[in-house]
C-alpha cells in the first residue's frame, strides 16, 4: 500500500530519509579521508590505534545506521516514483554509493587487522567517488528529467 503523497506520514519518513542520506553522506566523506591519514601511519603506533578506533566508531555508530535508514525509508517512498525514469537511474547510483560503503568497509577491516597494502594516494581518489555520484543523484532529484 503506497503512502499518500503529502500525507504527514509522508513527509516524516521523507524527512527522515533525508537526513539519512545527510549523516550517510558525512560518513562516506570522512571515512576514506580517515584512512587517508592512516595509511600515512606506522602500523602498531599510537595514532595507528586510535584511527582504528574512530574509522571502527564512524563506521558502525554512523555510516552503517543511516545506511539502512536510507534504504527502509527509500523503500517506503519508492513506490510513489516507480514509473519516473530518473528514479531507477537514482536507485541505480544509490546502489553504487552501497557498494562502496561495502568497499570502505571492506578497507576498514584491513586496517584493523593491519593488512592495509594501499597508500594514502588510493584512498585520496577513493574519497572522491561518492562525491561524483552524488554530483550525478542530486540533479537527477531536483530535475527529474525523464
Do not use: C
Not at 1 to 20: F, N, R
Not at 21 to 26: F, K, R, V
Not at 65 to 75: A, E, N
Amino acid at each position: 500500500m503506497p503512502l499518500d503523497y503529502g500525507s504527514v506520514l509522508y513527509d516524516a519518513i521523507k524527512t527522515l530519509h533525508v537526513l539519512s542520506i545527510i549523516t550517510w553522506m558525512a560518513a562516506l566523506f570522512y571515512l576514506p579521508r580517515l584512512f587517508v591519514y592512516h595509511a600515512m601511519e606506522e602500523v602498531g603506533s599510537a595514532t595507528s590505534e586510535r584511527f582504528k578506533v574512530m574509522e571502527r566508531k564512524l563506521q558502525r555508530g554512523i555510516m552503517t545506521p543511516s545506511m539502512i535508514l536510507v534504504f527502509v525509508t527509500g523503500f517506503l517512498l519508492f513506490p510513489t516514483w516507480m514509473t519516473d525514469g530518473w528514479m531507477h537511474a537514482k536507485v541505480l547510483l544509490v546502489f553504487g554509493m552501497a557498494a562502496m560503503h561495502g568497499f570502505y568497509a571492506r578497507w576498514r577491516r584491513a586496517f584493523a587487522e593491519d593488512r592495509n597494502t594501499r597508500d594514502h594516494v588510493f584512498y585520496r581518489w577513493m574519497n572522491e567517488v561518492p562525491t561524483v555520484l552524488l554530483l550525478v543523484i542530486i540533479p537527477l532529484v531536483i530535475f527529474k528529467p525523464f
